[in-house]
């Protein structure tokens, strides 16, 4: 330690302020402080953990695991089952990624590659801008404005020219699965360009330098280096926008169509468990009915711990695959 | 310094962009804008009363259906007073849990609380009344074009059948042999309930319940039930929307939220067998056609009144008839007597119908029960 002071400080601007006197009473306090704060966070969560489980009980022990397959919510039989908002939640994200991903990753790639530089600012402020809606706004837009233009031309179309395939089958309401994905996609295009753009821009230029001087086009560079450089990166980029899409409520609430069932249709109304607990909460009165909204806010807990687990691995997976490649 | 005015230049330009669509728009934002009557009414906060007049303060919580005449109610009450009312609408089933709990004076609610309910309630503070305050029609609304607010007749029974999902097309023949003169459209009919849990579909349930044995026992009546048909809205702005969006949907939604956003309605048959349009007159009525019991714990829906509109119902306040704090329960039943007779005038405005002489002659006695120590804490 007394060795070590010295040498660790360069001389001049930081000398003055790392005295051995603020080391020794500054430093505990500041560790032990942040400490503190790591805690508070990790014990907010087992806290709610506990609470929810609290809750939910009375509908654990009457349904038991059958409360995950069963596909009935009906408030006057008390007969309550998870899996049309667990299918729900996990369908209009799925539909939001695959909207969301290709035009994120285009933009975030424009942006960094190949925009001129007095584009860049003002489009990555529009994009920000975007993110920094509130939901309940984007869902009026979504309700007034989008949904209209979904059931047609969107959905009319489709039907028409493509109703053969089960996917867009049934009446074109508007609201649905596929409304409710497409204003997720919205609002996590946002999240995913944004991150998606930092991360292409943290690639290093010589890395960029060296593919153009084997003669790489501009297209080839992008493909066969920049993105496979970064890609950890771009699926944590996603796992974040998914993180969003699972958990929104609002917005889905309001386009989604609030119909508890399972159909193969994007056509079809739905609901998220989100939706499902923003819906009916206020006026939910038994024991049992609200610990199974209480019980569906855990589903959704395990629903985004398992897809977050799952997106971690496969990080871990590719930087290790590719680790072993080098 | 040109930087920085390029710097500005975006941010600027898309408040003005902003500000012009506003201003351009501003005709079809309207409906967006005036679309919740039953929002919430601004949480006020508990502080104690300042005034010099009263120090009593009361709280309640409940339904949003009533909110926006509680609201006015309170206001002018507190003119007239100086008593302050803070009145949360969280929703019936959140006021009776609150005022189960104690922690409010009073809860109001749209539904009759359930037996479960009740003997919790009574477990923790002893007998509750259930005092209507005011009662509310809804309107069961449609979108067909070309056809005006008032043109389609519509019985109960077909009613069930259309959300029962048994009635799919509107030129079904048992529609179109109540509607003679009407070309009706050979569309599949898109069915819109409330996706919430809320005391309207309460009503409106308790409604199809009374009409159709095949409903009671498939569906039941409840603040949510179990839909067989199509698409969910988001409280009266939702149904609203969802109806006037999509062709050939048909919904039901609050008299008041209909009326003050011009969306057509049909005319229902009554159980004296004639088609009326709702009202608050047959509102009104609706409570002179049914046997009131002491303890207005009553449905009126499809009630017998030759004028009532069928589908309406009482909305209550809940408080306990044995009050623990005697100045609070002083303050409580005089302002429960203020709104059961002066308050009813602003009931109109806002599209509520006033209870009739016999409901208030009730909700009288019910009041004059409520006791401090065994004494009452009003007479006559």
């Given at each position: 330690?007394?060795v070590?002071v010295?040498?660790?400080?360069?001389?001049?601007r930081?000398?003055?302020?790392?005295?051995?006197?603020?080391?020794?009473?500054?430093?505990?306090?500041?560790?032990?402080?942040?400490?503190?704060?790591?805690?508070?966070?990790?014990?907010?969560?087992?806290?709610m953990?506990?609470?929810?489980?609290?809750?939910?009980?009375?509908?654990?022990?009457?349904?038991?695991?059958?409360?995950?397959?069963?596909?009935?919510?009906?408030a006057?039989?008390?007969?309550?089952?998870?899996?049309?908002?667990?299918?729900?939640?996990?369908?209009?994200?799925?539909?939001?990624?695959?909207i969301?991903?290709?035009?994120?990753?285009?933009?975030?790639?424009?942006l960094?590659?190949?925009?001129?530089?007095?584009?860049?600012?003002?489009?990555?402020f529009?994009?920000?801008?975007?993110?920094?809606?509130?939901?309940?706004?984007?869902?009026?837009?979504?309700?007034?404005?989008?949904?209209?233009?979904?059931?047609?031309?969107?959905?009319?179309?489709?039907?028409?020219?493509?109703?053969?395939?089960?996917?867009?089958?049934?009446?074109?309401?508007?609201?649905?699965?596929?409304?409710?994905?497409?204003?997720?996609?919205?609002?996590?295009?946002?999240?995913?360009?944004?991150?998606?753009?930092?991360?292409?821009?943290?690639?290093?230029?010589?890395?960029?330098?060296?593919?153009?001087?084997?003669?790489?086009?501009?297209?080839?560079?992008?493909?066969?280096?920049?993105?496979?450089?970064?890609r950890?990166?771009?699926?944590?980029?996603?796992?974040?926008?998914?993180?969003?899409?699972?958990?929104?409520?609002?917005?889905?609430?309001?386009?989604?169509?609030n119909?508890?069932?399972?159909?193969?249709?994007?056509?079809?109304?739905?609901?998220?468990?989100?939706?499902k607990?923003?819906?009916?909460f206020?006026?939910?009165?038994?024991?049992?009915?609200?610990?199974?909204?209480?019980e569906?806010?855990?589903?959704?807990?395990?629903?985004?711990?398992?897809?977050?687990?799952i997106?971690?691995?496969?990080?871990?997976?590719?930087?290790?695959?590719?680790?072993?490649?080098? | 310094?040109?930087?920085?005015?390029?710097?500005?230049?975006?941010?600027?330009?898309?408040?003005?962009?902003?500000?012009?669509?506003f201003?351009?728009?501003?005709?079809?934002?309207?409906?967006?804008?005036?679309?919740?009557?039953?929002?919430?009414?601004?949480?006020?906060?508990?502080?104690?009363?300042t005034?010099?007049?009263s120090?009593?303060?009361?709280?309640g919580a409940?339904?949003?259906?009533?909110?926006?005449?509680y609201?006015?109610?309170?206001?002018?009450?507190?003119?007239?007073?100086?008593?302050?009312?803070?009145?949360?609408?969280?929703?019936?089933?959140?006021?009776?849990?609150?005022?189960?709990?104690?922690?409010?004076?009073?809860?109001?609610?749209?539904a009759?609380?359930?037996?479960?309910?009740?003997?919790?309630?009574?477990?923790?503070?002893g007998?509750?009344?259930?005092?209507p305050?005011?009662?509310?029609?809804?309107?069961?609304?449609y979108?067909?074009?070309?056809?005006?607010?008032?043109?389609?007749?519509?019985?109960?029974?077909?009613?069930?059948?259309?959300?029962?999902?048994?009635?799919?097309?509107?030129?079904?023949?048992?529609?179109?042999?109540?509607?003679?003169?009407?070309?009706?459209?050979n569309?599949?009919i898109?069915?819109?309930?409330?996706?919430?849990?809320?005391?309207?579909?309460?009503?409106?349930?308790?409604?199809?319940?009374?009409?159709?044995?095949?409903w009671?026992?498939?569906?039941?009546?409840?603040?949510?039930?179990?839909?067989?048909?199509?698409?969910g809205?988001?409280?009266?702005?939702?149904?609203?929307?969802?109806?006037?969006?999509?062709?050939?949907?048909?919904?039901?939604?609050?008299?008041?939220?209909?009326?003050?956003?011009?969306?057509?309605?049909?005319?229902?048959?009554?159980?004296?067998?004639?088609?009326?349009?709702?009202?608050?007159?047959?509102?009104?009525?609706?409570?002179?056609?049914?046997?009131?019991?002491?303890?207005?714990k009553?449905?009126?829906?499809?009630?017998?009144?030759?004028?009532?509109?069928?589908?309406?119902?009482?909305?209550w306040?809940?408080?306990?008839?044995?009050?623990?704090?005697?100045?609070?329960?002083?303050?409580?039943?005089?302002?429960?007597?203020?709104a059961?007779?002066?308050?009813?005038?602003?009931?109109?405005?806002?599209?509520?119908?006033?209870?009739?002489?016999?409901?208030?002659?009730?909700?009288?006695?019910?009041?004059?029960?409520?006791?401090?120590?065994g004494?009452?804490?009003?007479?006559?």
């Amino acid at each position: 330690m007394k060795v070590a002071v010295p040498e660790k400080i360069p001389a001049g601007r930081a000398a003055g302020y790392t005295t051995r006197r603020h080391r020794r009473f500054g430093d505990p306090i500041f560790s032990n402080l942040t400490l503190v704060f790591a805690l508070v966070v990790v014990g907010l969560l087992i806290g709610m953990v506990i609470v929810l489980n609290i809750d939910a009980f009375p509908a654990i022990r009457k349904f038991g695991l059958n409360f995950i397959s069963s596909v009935s919510w009906n408030a006057v039989t008390e007969e309550f089952g998870a899996l049309p908002a667990i299918f729900g939640t996990l369908a209009s994200s799925a539909i939001a990624l695959v909207i969301a991903i290709p035009i994120s990753l285009g933009a975030a790639i424009f942006l960094t590659e190949i925009a001129p530089s007095w584009i860049r600012g003002p489009a990555s402020f529009l994009i920000e801008m975007l993110a920094a809606i509130p939901s309940v706004i984007i869902g009026l837009w979504g309700l007034f404005v989008m949904v209209p233009f979904v059931r047609s031309p969107i959905e009319s179309w489709l039907g028409t020219h493509l109703g053969f395939l089960p996917l867009f089958q049934g009446p074109p309401f508007g609201v649905g699965f596929l409304a409710a994905g497409m204003i997720l996609s919205i609002m996590v295009i946002p999240i995913i360009t944004a991150m998606s753009r930092d991360v292409i821009r943290a690639v290093p230029d010589s890395q960029r330098e060296a593919m153009l001087a084997l003669g790489a086009t501009r297209w080839e560079m992008i493909r066969r280096v920049t993105l496979p450089y970064c890609r950890s990166g771009l699926i944590g980029a996603v796992i974040l926008g998914l993180g969003r899409a699972l958990g929104e409520t609002m917005a889905v609430t309001m386009v989604i169509g609030n119909s508890y069932a399972i159909s193969a249709s994007l056509f079809s109304p739905g609901a998220t468990i989100a939706s499902k607990i923003a819906s009916e909460f206020s006026e939910a009165t038994s024991g049992v009915y609200i610990g199974s909204l209480v019980e569906l806010a855990l589903v959704l807990f395990a629903v985004t711990l398992l897809v977050n687990v799952i997106a971690r691995l496969l990080v871990w997976r590719m930087t290790s695959v590719k680790e072993a490649k080098e | 310094m040109f930087k920085s005015v390029k710097k500005w230049f975006l941010p600027l330009a898309l408040v003005l962009i902003i500000a012009i669509t506003f201003a351009g728009c501003s005709n079809t934002t309207t409906t967006a804008a005036a679309a919740t009557p039953t929002a919430p009414a601004p949480a006020t906060t508990q502080t104690p009363a300042t005034t010099p007049s009263s120090t009593v303060s009361l709280n309640g919580a409940g339904a949003t259906f009533p909110a926006p005449l509680y609201t006015k109610w309170f206001d002018e009450y507190y003119k007239l007073t100086g008593v302050k009312i803070n009145y949360q609408a969280v929703g019936s089933g959140a006021g009776i849990s609150q005022v189960t709990a104690g922690t409010v004076d009073f809860g109001a609610s749209d539904a009759i609380m359930t037996a479960d309910q009740q003997t919790r309630a009574e477990a923790a503070n002893g007998p509750i009344l259930h005092i209507p305050m005011t009662s509310g029609a809804i309107a069961i609304i449609y979108n067909l074009s070309g056809i005006n607010s008032g043109q389609i007749k519509i019985t109960g029974d077909v009613l069930v059948k259309i959300y029962l999902k048994t009635i799919t097309t509107w030129n079904d023949p048992q529609i179109t042999a109540l509607n003679p003169g009407l070309n009706l459209p050979n569309t599949p009919i898109a069915v819109v309930h409330r996706s919430d849990g809320s005391g309207t579909t309460y009503i409106f349930t308790n409604y199809l319940s009374k009409i159709s044995d095949e409903w009671k026992t498939k569906v039941g009546n409840a603040t949510s039930v179990n839909w067989p048909g199509d698409i969910g809205g988001q409280g009266n702005a939702g149904v609203a929307g969802s109806v006037q969006q999509t062709p050939a949907a048909i919904g039901y939604v609050e008299l008041a939220y209909a009326e003050q956003n011009n969306i057509p309605w049909v005319l229902l048959k009554n159980v004296a067998g004639n088609y009326e349009a709702p009202s608050l007159a047959g509102t009104t009525k609706a409570t002179e056609g049914v046997t009131l019991p002491d303890d207005m714990k009553v449905m009126i829906t499809n009630s017998s009144n030759p004028d009532a509109y069928p589908i309406c119902g009482f909305t209550w306040i809940l408080a306990y008839i044995n009050q623990t704090d005697k100045a609070k329960g002083e303050t409580l039943v005089k302002m429960l007597w203020w709104a059961i007779h002066n308050g009813q005038q602003y009931g109109t405005a806002l599209d509520y119908a006033a209870l009739s002489s016999a409901a208030v002659a009730k909700a009288e006695n019910e009041i004059l029960s409520i006791k401090y120590q065994g004494q009452p804490l009003l007479s006559r």
